[in-house]
């Protein structure tokens, strides 16, 4: 199902994508600049703290995409009032001070993640009844990890697909607080979620991390938005303890977004598989998202990095392939590892297991793909390895239905002829306007 939200387009820029988009390969000298749109992360974390928060909050910056659409439309039916300006790229949230007008409803979250995750949180910790589901892929998508920490708290929470998997049934009173642990090492975004939604609860609440954590840099966001929205839990040493004091509580900002990250990362790879320079604007050393720290990767294959005050700029070529652990920047492994098609030597990517169970298994399919450009692929638990040769062909690459992989290897084609990608729609995710701004940067 699709919802109609007022100001941002349902379905959008699909009917002008066909079902297979052609790349075509850059001629001459890459010299671009971009600003991308709002990251997808933190618009997810502001909707929905903006919701929760006493008064009037404005967003600037806000990304237009499928997932952002599905959380304003889940707000919506949960009874926030959110009006949209997209010329402005801008949001009015009117907050419901941590209890939700509508106290029953159902949600279709499509494929996000970040809405079915942080909305299990918030409502089990509200109380309600709810239900909440997704295309057949989400019923993959384990959530088991965040419905065990809730109910550890008290809330009446289940899954109705195998293996803890979506629908996700809620039929709870509001939490009074307490004690619960989460792994860490499947995914950020169930800590994220109850992270948001502590201050919920009516007395206090400690929540505790078991294990390693991955994709560390969102929780470390997460605080960070926390803070700025008048939430600031205690935080252990070793951060692996928060806890939240039962005063704590939402309170209106004005809040600009950054451009994503993540969405960066493929521009700064088409520097280092094509040469030239590529800039972009908006993000910089003092950026609150992980993923910027993808060009440090591309350093150690040989590119050259300059930093400016709100501006980063990747030179390539890259060079050499590196051995690196992406764990916490699992997000732009897809990207790295075009890039590693095109440098002497192997590459290996390491500690990113959690990446089978995102939109589509991102090592096991993302390995298939990569064998297409005819590069010696092996696979890993955790990760995989890649030894380019030195003359690759074209090829025809299935997404998936997942953004990242009809990104990430369409770069492939800014310098291999013949690269096809299939259902390029499903950019529309996270970055609708991605092939546009594509041919416009690389012109």
């Known amino acids: 199902a699709t919802f109609p939200i007022r100001g941002i387009l349902p379905n959008q820029n699909r009917s002008t994508l066909t079902p297979m988009q052609e790349i075509t390969p850059i001629i001459g000298i890459l010299n671009g600049t971009l600003r991308p749109p709002g990251s997808k992360s933190i618009t997810n974390r502001a909707l929905l703290m903006a919701a929760l928060a006493h008064g009037q909050t404005e967003l600037t910056g806000l990304l237009n995409s499928d997932d952002t659409r599905v959380m304003i439309e889940g707000l919506r039916i949960l009874g926030v009032s959110i009006e949209i300006n997209l010329p402005q790229q801008s949001a009015t949230i009117e907050g419901c001070g941590g209890q939700f007008p509508q106290p029953q409803a159902e949600i279709d979250v499509e494929n996000s993640g970040t809405t079915i995750r942080f909305l299990t949180a918030a409502l089990a910790m509200a109380g309600g009844h709810y239900r909440l589901d997704g295309i057949p892929r989400m019923r993959q998508r384990p959530i088991g990890p965040l419905v065990d920490a809730l109910q550890m708290l008290g809330a009446d929470v289940k899954t109705e697909s195998p293996d803890q998997c979506p629908p996700v049934i809620i039929d709870s009173p509001r939490v009074i607080g307490g004690v619960t642990r989460v792994r860490g090492d499947l995914s950020s975004q169930y800590l994220s979620g109850l992270l948001m939604a502590a201050p919920l609860a009516q007395s206090e609440v400690c929540l505790s991390v078991e294990g390693a954590l991955v994709s560390r840099p969102y929780i470390e966001m997460t605080l960070k938005m926390q803070h700025d929205f008048g939430v600031q839990p205690v935080v252990s040493s ?74 980063t700029t990747v030179i390539g070529p890259a060079k050499k392939g590196i051995d690196v652990d992406m764990s916490e920047i699992s997000d732009t492994v897809q990207t790295l590892t075009a890039v590693a098609l095109f440098v002497d030597g192997p590459t290996r990517v390491r500690n990113v297991a959690h990446n089978r169970i995102k939109e589509t298994d991102r090592i096991g399919n993302l390995a298939i793909e990569l064998r297409k450009f005819g590069a010696t692929v092996t696979e890993f638990d955790d990760g995989l390895a890649i030894q380019p040769v030195p003359t690759m062909s074209g090829a025809t690459i299935e997404t998936y239905n997942d953004h990242r992989m009809a990104m990430s290897l369409a770069l492939v084609g800014l310098k291999v002829p013949g690269v096809k990608i299939l259902n390029p729609a499903c950019v529309a995710k996270t970055y609708p306007q991605f092939f546009a701004d594509l041919k416009r940067f690389c012109r």
């Open 238 to 311: 070793t951060a692996d303890q928060f806890i939240f004091d039962p005063q704590s509580a939402y309170r209106s900002t004005h809040y600009t977004i950054e451009p994503d990250a993540s969405a960066a990362s493929y521009f700064f790879a088409a520097a280092a598989i094509c040469g030239g320079r590529a800039t972009v604007l908006g993000l910089d050393r003092s950026s609150i998202q992980g993923d910027i720290r993808f060009v440090e990767c591309l350093a150690k294959m040989g590119c050259t990095v300059e930093y400016a005050d709100g501006s």
